[in-house]
């Protein structure tokens, strides 16, 4: 009993580290994911009900639609920043240990790190594209990075890797919603049993939702891998216009989108009660 009570301190003790300044970046890192998964679900119903005129459903297309609003500019860079924040708490993560009792073992520190490169990664997109770089479409990028990697000494093998890798976090990001895992994460003591079930439901289909997306996405980088051809590398959009081509036709789009919305909304739970 002593050894779990020891292992919580410590937990709790590392989380502590940067205080206030670790619940900022991780709150407003939260509500930033939001906004993005949100608006993307979004573009995705457009395209699924033949509304989009062009848009792509997908970070880009994200980015695109919040230049179009009053202080679009601002927005922009608010995302970008909010993207920094993001990194900044998975680096916290990475290097002091997350919350809870188990948040020091080398397993959550190594997956916070992965997080943080991930992160960086669409912090440093989204920044240049608010610089006046962001000419080029998500899925052009995604062929692009495929047709350099298949070009490296065992590039195949290297780019097959790589898109395994997203399928199985993809698997794992759907069983984790589906078996509650977030619940762990969240600090809901005094919310009412409907808002807990209503959290509940939010992180659940937007879970799985967001796991859809991430597994298909993965196995288009694989048949990439497979067919030696970069052109069979899809980004978000053409992942999700997939989906509009298959037996179910738009219906399963429509499914797959409104999940990504409401895992927007998830997020924007989770900066209000996660524990960090």
Known sequence: MRRGGRSRGKGVRAASRGGGLREVT????????????????????????????????????????????????????????????????????????????DGGRPVKRLASAGRTVFYAVVAFSVLSFAAGGGGRSGDEQSRDVAARALDLPAGQWLVGAAGLGIAVAGVVIAVQAARRGFRRHLAMGGVPAWGRKAVDFLGVTGGLARGVVFGAAGGFVVYAAVRYDPGQAKGVD???????????????????????????????????????
């Open 26 to 101: 991780a709150r407003c890192g939260l509500l930033t994911r939001g906004v993005l998964y949100a608006l993307v679900g979004m573009l995705a119903l457009r395209v699924a009900l033949g509304d989009a005129g062009g848009e792509e459903a997908d970070r880009q297309g994200a980015l695109r639609e919040l230049v179009g609003r009053p202080f679009g500019s601002v927005l922009v860079w608010a995302v970008g920043i909010g993207l920094v924040c993001m990194v900044l708490w998975r680096l916290s993560e990475a290097v002091f240990g997350a919350a809870g009792p």
């Open 238 to 276: 053409d992942t999700l216009r997939a989906f509009a081509g298959t037996v179910a036709g738009p219906w399963l789009l429509v499914v797959v989108a409104v999940g990504l919305m409401l895992f927007g909304m998830f997020s924007w739970a989770t900066a209000r009660w996660r524990e960090v």
